[in-house]
């Protein structure tokens, strides 16, 4: 038979036993990407700062060279996306952290850069690295 002490005892370890597995947390989750849609088949993308670290994205401006004589838009060639129905595309950065696919036409690509026949205007913010990662976001991959 068990004394009212040993009792007591037994509950007091046993609720501070459960105290110490108790789910409650004070860890709060934090999506490190939101989308929103732009148009038909167009989302904007935010990241997180955190996510726009991990995922290495920097960005460059459309350059407005001149090229055989020719003033002609470029981007690094890592900015080009192609879409799965061949489209190309780069990702361009009109408020921090935040990017929009904008449809670009290639002419050619020459090296690490590509020349534009369209796109986006001279001095407009591009993710010139981590493009695909956007991508991946924009879409849902690895979801």
């Known amino acids: 038979m068990k004394t009212p002490l ?5 509950a007091l370890v046993c609720g501070l036993a459960g105290a110490a597995c108790s789910s409650g947390s004070d860890y709060v989750y934090i999506e490190p990407a939101a989308t929103e849609q732009v148009d038909e088949g167009r989302w904007r993308v ?4 955190l996510a726009s670290q991990r995922a290495g994205v920097e ?3 459309v ?3 001149t090229i055989d004589g020719v003033a002609r838009l470029t981007v690094p060639y890592s900015s080009v996306i192609y879409h799965f129905e061949g489209s190309t595309w780069a990702y ?3 408020e921090p952290l935040t990017f929009v696919r904008e449809p670009i036409e290639i002419d050619y690509i020459d090296g690490a850069m590509a020349v534009l026949s369209a796109g986006p205007g001279a001095g407009t913010s591009v993710v010139s ?3 695909a990662e956007l991508y991946g976001v ?3 991959i690895g979801k």
């Open 6 to 10: 040993t009792m007591i005892a037994l």
């Open 46 to 49: 935010v990241l997180t700062e």
């Open 138 to 140: 924009e879409f849902g």
């Open 92 to 94: 361009t950065n009109p």
């Open 63 to 65: 350059a407005n060279q």
């Open 129 to 131: 690295v981590g493009a």
């Open 59 to 61: 960005t460059t401006t």
